[in-house]
């Protein structure tokens, strides 16, 4: 077969980039999220005030924010309280929360998903149900379609 | 509820004349078919309207001067003319690069607005002199596809829906054509392309695929990607009322008076929210609450029907418990107005029309009332 002497990088560029119509999203300042308290957290898991600690998750989300590792600290610190709890509370638990809430955390659901460890997949299939009887498709829809994800 | 298949085809999109006698749709392709109705429930071809090179995506028919406008991938619109029996068409050079993807004439019938992919709005109006349709851009700033258009009452202002996530309100004011309009709730200064206010975007949201004005032109509604509903009152300092919908996205939304919305997408359902004067948005019901299905005993015959057809014996339904098969691509007015419409038309993929009376559904859904 012919080989290609001559360089072939020009395949591997990004044309989107140089595109001047290209759609970029509009800037928002969201440089001070922190992301859910972890010591509020810690300490309401440690309690065994689970509810409260799913409150208190859910409060913040690093929407705004570039910084990756706040967002990984954030998801992680989610799984951990979503994990403390006994299969037969999450459905109460999805009931209290209120709409914003319950696309909040279909949006940490799914992005659990993204990265399975042991045994997260299993847990969040069941808030997966729980979310959805309550949300309905439209809060899975409202995670596929946000511009800017926890 | 009249319903009535078309086609196997989609239709893309539909218009009716004035006194509802005829319907044209677009069946998925180049052409605009219209339909006389024929007694009863029969539908027959009497035109057929060939002149896009690509498929139709928007079809209006002006009420008091008997004219349509349609417009197509093939980046052009035609202004159709009935002479004698048949229908001519003038073609429209709207300047567009991409394909043209609605279009809707103004409430007084001198203007109509195409939205398209060139992320640009063409508000085009007739010049004597020359004998020709001539167009004017409404660019910025508008970053994507516009998906949907409606006009105010006053002929001036224009609502757009676009893919960059937003719904703006423009003005189209031509000095051609229009006179100087009085000051609204939108604004009083409304020169051409002045964006008057916008809706939407900043991190969440989806495609707006359908703007609605109510018929006082004080409050406008959308429906966008993100399965919500939003509607916000000029009239009440612009505060935008979102309904975030369990549902599947809705494609297209109307008003059916000034405190009741109707909107169906891809649920394959009309469902009727209600905007009160306070300003808060709920759901009230679907509209088509399918009737329930008896357990029947299958017959031997059918079993090994459905064991020739299906490889099975079990009676498994595969349709949908709705009307519509498919998602409605396309909501419009039958009878009464924006302000208080008795009927209302709905189009989808399927290639099925269906026409829903409030009257018959207020009876049949407990607790349904329009308000």
């Given at each position: 077969m012919s080989k290609n002497v001559s360089s072939d990088r020009f395949r591997k560029v990004d044309v989107d980039e140089y595109d001047e119509n290209k759609f970029v999203d509009e800037e928002e300042g969201g440089e001070n999220q922190q992301g859910p308290d972890e010591g509020e957290v810690d300490s309401l898991i440690r309690q065994g005030n689970v509810m409260g600690a799913l409150q208190a998750v859910l409060k913040n989300p690093p929407m705004n924010t570039k910084n990756q590792a706040l967002k990984d600290r954030a998801e992680g610190l989610v799984l951990k309280v979503l994990s403390s709890f006994k299969s037969g509370d999450i459905e109460k638990a999805v009931q209290s929360l209120d709409k914003n809430g319950v696309d909040l955390l279909m949006k940490y659901i799914y992005k659990g998903f993204e990265q399975p460890t042991e045994n997260s997949s299993a847990v969040l299939l069941q808030w997966h149900e729980k979310a959805l009887s309550a949300g309905g498709v439209g809060s899975i829809v409202r995670v596929l379609t946000a511009r800017k994800t926890v | 509820m009249s319903y009535y298949n078309f086609l196997l085809e989609p239709i893309s999109c539909h218009a009716w004349n004035k006194d509802r006698t005829q319907i044209a749709i677009c069946p998925n392709n180049h052409e605009v078919h219209i339909y006389k109705k024929e007694g009863g429930d029969k539908w027959s071809k009497i035109h057929e309207l060939k002149e896009h090179n690509g498929q139709v995506t928007g079809i209006d028919w002006a009420p008091e001067s008997n004219r349509i406008v349609t417009c197509g991938t093939d980046r052009n619109a035609y202004v159709w003319t009935l002479k004698g029996n048949v229908w001519r068409p003038t073609l429209v050079i709207l300047r567009i690069n991409r394909a043209a993807r609605c279009v809707k004439w103004s409430p007084k019938e001198n203007k109509f607005a195409v939205g398209s992919g060139s992320r640009l709005i063409s508000i085009c109006y007739f010049e004597q002199e020359n004998d020709w349709w001539v167009c004017k851009h409404i660019k910025k700033p508008i970053r994507s596809t516009v998906l949907s258009l409606d006009w105010h009452p006053n002929n001036v202002l224009l609502a757009a829906g676009s893919c960059d996530f937003k719904c703006r309100v423009f003005s189209a004011y031509i000095k051609e054509v229009d006179e100087k309009p009085a000051a609204t709730p939108w604004g009083s200064k409304m020169p051409f392309g002045q964006v008057m206010a916008e809706f939407g975007g900043a991190g969440s949201g989806g495609w707006v695929h359908s703007v609605s004005f109510s018929v006082s032109g004080n409050r406008l509604a959308w429906v966008s990607h993100d399965s919500t509903v939003s509607v916000v009152d000029a009239a009440k300092s612009m505060i935008v009322s979102q309904l975030k919908t369990e549902y599947l996205p809705l494609l297209s939304v109307i008003f059916v008076s000034e405190n009741s919305v109707v909107a169906a997408g891809h649920d394959c359902c009309p469902m009727l929210y209600n905007y009160d004067d306070r300003g808060t948005l709920t759901f009230i019901s679907k509209l088509d609450i399918p009737k329930q299905s008896i357990q029947r005993n299958i017959s031997a015959m059918e079993r090994f029907r459905n064991m020739d057809k299906r490889a099975t014996t079990e009676d498994r339904n595969s349709n949908l418990e709705t009307l519509h098969q498919n998602s409605i691509t396309q909501v419009s007015i039958?009878?009464?107005?924006?302000?208080?419409?008795?009927k209302f038309c709905t189009t989808g993929i399927d290639g099925a029309m269906t026409i829903w009376d409030f009257k018959t559904l207020e009876s049949s859904i407990q607790g349904l009332r329009i308000m």
């Open positions: - | 039958y009878e009464g107005d924006k302000g208080d419409c008795r």
